[in-house]
């Protein structure tokens, strides 16, 4: 038996190199992570300008008290510039964004003051009022953007304010799914008498997308040594990784096992957890490779708990695990001391406090247990049952 924990760690071992990296358009790279850091090539922004629409002026024409009548020499758009210098008595029509002008300092927004003729009636106004400054976003020669961060639109947004048109990004990790069975039917197809449909390449697609990674679908493989062997090696052939469920544990027609004991380079694990003992974890040719249980809850939990750390690092990507949360449990959860156990969880807000239950039945085949939940509850290892109350540890199907 090995323990979660070490499982991952050694997971994570084996992956010593990140995929290539491309230089993609930024209409291209939202979710990819980025392979470089992004220095500033400039400040942002580029020079002191209105942070209003209104009248720019020097500080030491605004009053004290009372108003002041000051001299509307221009009018300057976003987007222009004045050539000029502001001199005493004078101010400027400006609008928002528009570059300050030589001279001035301070912003009076119209909605304060009075026009007349071509004057402009102010009062006072702290000195600098309605500025925003040459490089107060970015700075130019800053890290704004670090290697290893997944991209979301804020930043492709600073890529885009920093004059950037394509990013260096880490390509998207190449996953084969395929699963092994006999009782294994192909959705859509007529189900032999004795068979199930084949739900966990579909679920594992979506989770091989959702981490970032692309899919290479390799259909269901039936439970006979040769054919096993040949789709695989040809499975690693066109993948980063290959990711297979069921055939892992010690029934007569568990092959994969049999199958990777013979291509070598495979560890099989029991790992001490609930669902989802066995795991298969090595490499075939090139590719990596992950035997999930055949058990669709198993294979879920796995691929989260396994596969998914795994395509992150592959991806380069920094962070490799979501952030867990503490949260207390509105009924008695029974737990088995010396393994971890991940129950289906609905977490949710209220009563002041986060709090957690389960979903029902959580026997590993019942896969609508997933489809209630939006998290897994962890028990961990030493403890033993939970009662209502007490505070448990919980995973979100979705990494924040
Ligand atoms: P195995 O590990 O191959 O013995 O499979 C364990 C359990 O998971 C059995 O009940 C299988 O029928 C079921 N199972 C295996 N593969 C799939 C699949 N692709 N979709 C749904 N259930 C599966
Ligand atoms: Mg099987």
């Not at 029934?251 to 013979?262: E, S, W």
């Not at 156990?341 to 949710?348: A, N, T, V």
Request: net charge negative; glycine share 12%; charged share 20%.
């Amino acid at each position: 038996m090995i323990s979660v924990r070490d499982a991952q760690a050694h997971i994570l071992e084996r992956i010593t190199a990140p995929v290539q990296p491309e230089l993609l358009p930024l209409a291209a790279v939202l979710g990819r992570v980025l392979a470089d850091n992004v220095r500033a090539g400039m400040d942002v922004p580029p020079t002191d300008n209105s942070a209003v629409d209104g009248y720019a002026v020097a500080s030491a024409d605004i009053p004290a008290s009372g108003t002041r009548a000051l001299e509307v020499v221009a009018e300057l758009a976003a987007g222009s510039v004045f050539a000029g210098t502001l001199r005493p008595g004078q101010a400027l029509r400006i609008m928002t964004g528009a570059p300050m002008p030589a001279g001035a300092d301070t912003v009076f927004p119209q909605e304060v003051v009075e026009r007349r003729d071509g004057l402009v009636i102010v009062g006072s106004l702290a000195a600098g009022a309605n500025t925003r400054h040459r490089g107060e976003d970015v700075q130019a020669g800053d890290v704004v953007l670090a290697a290893g961060g997944v991209l979301r639109p804020q930043e492709i947004g600073v890529a885009a304010s920093l004059g950037l048109a394509q990013l260096l990004v880490r390509q998207r990790p190449r996953v084969a799914i395929l699963s092994t069975g006999d009782e294994v039917a192909e959705p859509g197809s007529v189900r032999k008498p004795g068979q199930i449909y084949d739900s966990n390449r579909f679920s594992l697609r979506g989770l091989v997308e959702d981490a970032g990674a692309t899919v290479v679908d390799d259909g269901i493989v039936p439970d006979q040594f040769g054919e096993l062997h040949a789709r695989l090696l040809r499975a690693a052939e066109h993948a980063d990784v290959v990711l297979t469920s069921g055939g892992v544990s010690v029934g007569d027609y568990d092959l994969v096992k049999a199958v990777l004991q013979q291509a070598g380079g495979i560890d099989f694990w029991q790992v001490a957890m609930q669902p989802g003992r066995p795991l298969a974890v090595g490499g075939i040719g090139p590719a990596h490779f992950f035997g999930l249980p055949g058990n669709p809850v198993a294979s879920m939990l796995t691929f989260h708990l396994f596969v998914r750390p795994a395509l992150w690092k592959l991806a380069g990507r920094r962070e490799l695990f979501g952030r867990p949360f503490r949260a207390t449990a509105l009924e008695p959860m029974g737990k088995k001391t010396g393994r971890r156990e991940f129950k289906r969880g609905i977490l949710s807000y209220d009563n002041d406090r986060w709090e957690v239950r389960t979903t029902g039945p959580q026997g590993s085949g019942i896969l609508t247990s997933m489809t209630a939940a939006n998290c897994f509850i962890v028990i961990e290892e030493e403890r033993g049952d939970v009662a209502a109350g007490e505070s448990v540890w919980v995973e979100l199907f979705q990494a924040l």
